[in-house]
RNA sequence: GCCCCGAUAGCUCAGGCGGAUAGAGCGACUGCCUCCUAAGCAGUAGGCCGCAGGUUCGAGUCCUGCUCGGGGCGCCA
């Protein structure tokens, strides 16, 4: 065990079961950072009602029992009845030197192994990726790596669009310009003009739309000329898409594209099971499914649409038939979908469906991942038709133009600059986004999104930068780094303990599917190393001294470069 | 009209299951490269935590009401 926090928690648990009976020992006994120790515990004046006692009183009493514990350097108590804890500094080292010998420093891997699915990125065949894309693809990317690295079997799940009313009218467009011409545009990348082409004649041309509406039904029913323009529009965005997941690090891979055209063949089966259920119903000449506990205007009940009046299936339907594969036929125990915040009552009521229908029980959950909604500068809502969208793939190569033109006179070879410049610019990106609460919603602001300084992406991998170089001009390498730490200063003591919670900041990671919570761990592990570094010259010391602090910066290394790879950022080896 | 989410420093945001003096970054201002990378460090200024009640020993955090903003509400996805 090297979490300070789980370590002081079981010793105020020892000392309330002493002092007051057994049935204390499960109490929660609040540890919590502290401005006056390094912890305090709250939990005299929680249980002071319930042990009728003043809550001074309690902390004394529980104080004393702390006295004497080969971790606690001193327990008082002050004000109503915080007990203030400060950590011996040799338990600390020892702790430190644990984490070290550790090759997953301190991170347990999960008591209960999991099998979790996370659907996210949410891209579309035949549209580029834009800006809104980046959230949901790059949070769904992070909880999918932190989840596998405490040991979860994660299925990686893409809700390719590639089945929906739209494609009808592609195809229609594509057998319009012909095939040879569609497959340049496409494999050109340049799906916006395709699509928009498309979406003009549709609205403007009714014949147009006409022939659209009748090569959707005939997909559908797997014509094949219709199958084949649909498999090169599949077979082009995939070919795009991984691209630009391969330049942005995301680990989706085409085997991990659950499109909708995948659930086509289940839609039937799941209605009819609903309907054997007794939950469907014929309503307005659709037959609908209602959730109970959502209504809408004028009080009436919200349907889940399982089968339009016109005999099509709409996404409500996909929607429950993969939930109902995740969990029947993948035997998933935890799902997480990570998808905008507009879709929120939708995926309730998917959620409440499948608990009805027996699909979703007791050892299982579904939760929604919400991503907040990303809008223009005036907070108004993007449009995608308006063309007012940023390309993801724009905003990257301006992400990179930016990290450029700060080493631009840096490094002589252009190659090394271009590498640089690519990871620090990518790593902006991706750690701008994931460093704020998933659910908040924000203006898409190029200059907060791509900053280089401060509390950025840049900031922890330049601290992994210096430590990299400290072991170059040693000629050391971190990875044989034995130590022993020991801890001098206060830099190198704030340091350790930092370090030490990196095992909870990634548990709580995982258990609540907030990235966020991780990458600001880290730019705190940053800080303090930064702290150390200017404070505690590490190859000009001499002796254990020299010793302990290559070992410290060894260590932080890892933490840093470990917690940066758990969030999909890449740190390069010099900046 | 009903439901969901939000409102914290000039700006962008953190704030665990209710705990002491509400924290970062950016921007502003003052300093710091003879010294392991200044994409950095040290410091200063900047707050009616939307408003009003309530619960509690204690509320940015929980409850109620209100204001403002965003989103959703039957055959689009």
């Known amino acids: 065990m090297t979490d300070p926090e789980a370590a002081l928690g079981l010793l105020v648990q020892h000392a309330l079961a002493e002092e007051f009976g057994g049935e204390f020992a499960a109490a929660d006994p609040l540890i919590r950072p502290s401005g006056f120790a390094d912890y305090q515990s709250n939990v005299a004046m929680s ?7 003043p809550p001074r009183e309690v902390a004394d009493l529980i104080a004393k029992g702390l006295d004497g514990a080969s971790a606690v350097q001193t327990a008082e108590v002050s004000g109503p009845g915080f007990i203030n804890i400060t950590l011996r500094d040799s338990w600390l080292a020892e702790q430190a030197n644990g984490q070290l010998a550790d090759s997953r420093m301190g991170v347990a891997t999960a008591g209960q192994r999991q099998r979790v699915v996370v659907d996210y990125s949410g891209p579309n065949v035949a549209k580029e990726l834009h800006a809104g894309h980046l959230r949901p693809t790059v949070v769904g990317d992070a909880i999918v790596r932190v989840l596998e690295y405490l040991g979860h079997d994660v299925t990686r799940a893409a809700h390719l669009g590639d089945w929906g009313t739209p494609f009808g009218m592609l195809i229609e467009h594509a057998r319009d310009v012909g095939e040879q011409a569609t497959y340049d545009q496409l494999a050109a990348g340049d799906f916006t003009a395709f699509y928009q082409a498309a979406r003009a004649k549709f609205e403007t041309d009714p014949a147009f739309a006409d022939r659209s509406r009748r090569r959707l039904v005939e997909l559908q029913a797997g014509e094949p000329q219709s199958m084949q323009l649909w498999r090169l529009l599949v077979d082009d965005s995939m070919a795009y898409l991984r691209t630009l997941y391969a330049r942005l690090g995301i680990t989706l891979t085409d085997a991990d594209m659950a499109p909708e055209s995948f659930y086509h063949p289940m839609l039937a089966d799941v209605n009819a099971e609903l309907e054997e259920r007794g939950l469907a119903v014929i309503s307005d000449g659709a037959l609908c499914t209602f959730p109970p506990g959502f209504t809408g205007r004028d009080g009436r009940p919200l349907p889940l649409m399982l089968r339009k009046s016109d005999g099509g299936y709409g996404y409500d339907t996909t929607d429950l038939a993969a939930i109902r594969y995740r969990l029947r036929d993948l035997g998933a125990t935890r799902l997480i979908y990570v998808v905008g915040s507009e879709q929120h009552q939708h995926l309730e009521m998917v959620f409440e469906t499948a608990r009805q229908a027996g699909w979703l029980t007791g050892g299982a959950s579904a939760e929604h991942a919400v991503i907040g909604l990303m809008t223009g500068p005036g907070g108004q809502r993007l449009k995608t038709r308006s063309g007012e969208q940023v390309k993801l793939a724009d905003l990257i190569d301006e992400a990179v133009e930016r990290a450029g033109k700060v080493i631009a006179d840096r490094y002589d070879d252009p190659q090394q600059r271009s590498q640089i410049a690519e990871a620090v610019g990518i790593g902006a990106l991706k750690y701008g986004d994931l460093s704020v609460a998933r659910a908040s919603s924000y203006v898409l602001d190029f200059n907060q999104l791509l900053g280089l300084t401060g509390n950025t992406g840049p900031y922890l991998q330049y601290a992994a930068a210096r430590i990299r170089s400290i072991f170059q001009r040693a000629d050391l390498d971190p990875a044989r780094v034995t130590g022993p730490i020991q801890l001098g ?87």
């Open 47 to 53: 249980l002071a009602r319930r042990l009728g006692r």
């Open 489 to 575: 200063t206060p830099a190198e003591r704030a340091l350790a303990l930092q370090l030490l919670g990196f095992g909870r900041a990634v548990s709580d990671t995982a258990a609540t599917a907030e990235p966020h919570k991780l990458a600001g761990y880290l730019f705190d592990v940053a800080s303090a190393f930064t702290t150390f570094y200017e404070q505690c010259p590490v190859l000009t010391a001499e002796g254990e001294t020299r010793v302990s602090r290559l070992a410290l910066c060894a260590l932080t290394l890892r933490v840093l470069t470990t917690g940066l790879s758990l969030l999909g950022i890449p740190v390069p080896d010099r900046m």
